[in-house]
């Protein structure tokens, strides 16, 4: 069983950076996929970005793509969410989330490939 905590959301202007931290317990990161979704109001959860630690494969969504990069940090067990050039529309609630280390990479953006959730953080960007 993994657990994992969600930091570094909040307020920021338009244009402005955010870096989000997704950090793992109960078991290493190693071999797994890692991936972010974020939930807007009223909307449904979507696929931001996923690294997959074997191999180090990466996939982002098309509207993030340029403006966020997902890295890892093997030493802390954490994976981060660099956020720059953000926009109102970034505006959600920010989830991490592990698999099991079997998702292939055609798989990476679908919620039911991750057994392991975390609680979530607010990002809010205002105009």
């Known amino acids: 069983q993994v657990q994992l905590a969600e930091s570094g959301g909040g307020l920021v202007q338009a244009g402005g950076s955010l870096r989000l931290s997704c950090a793992a317990s109960?078991?290493?990161?190693?071999?797994?996929?890692v991936a972010w979704f974020r939930q807007a109001p009223g909307k449904e959860r979507e696929f931001v970005a996923a690294i997959r630690m074997r191999d180090d494969y990466v996939s982002y969504a098309d509207s993030v793509k340029g403006r966020f990069t997902i890295s890892r940090d093997n030493g802390r067990n954490t994976v981060w969410l660099q956020m720059v050039n953000l926009i109102p529309d970034d505006t959600a609630v920010y989830y991490c989330?592990?698999?099991?280390?079997?998702?292939?990479?055609?798989?990476?953006?679908?919620?039911?490939?991750?057994?392991?959730w975390g609680q979530g953080t607010q990002v809010t960007v205002s105009s």
């Open positions: 109960g078991r290493s990161l190693g071999r797994v996929a």
């Open positions: 989330a592990s698999d099991r280390g079997t998702t292939i990479v055609s798989s990476l953006p679908s919620q039911t490939a991750y057994s392991y």
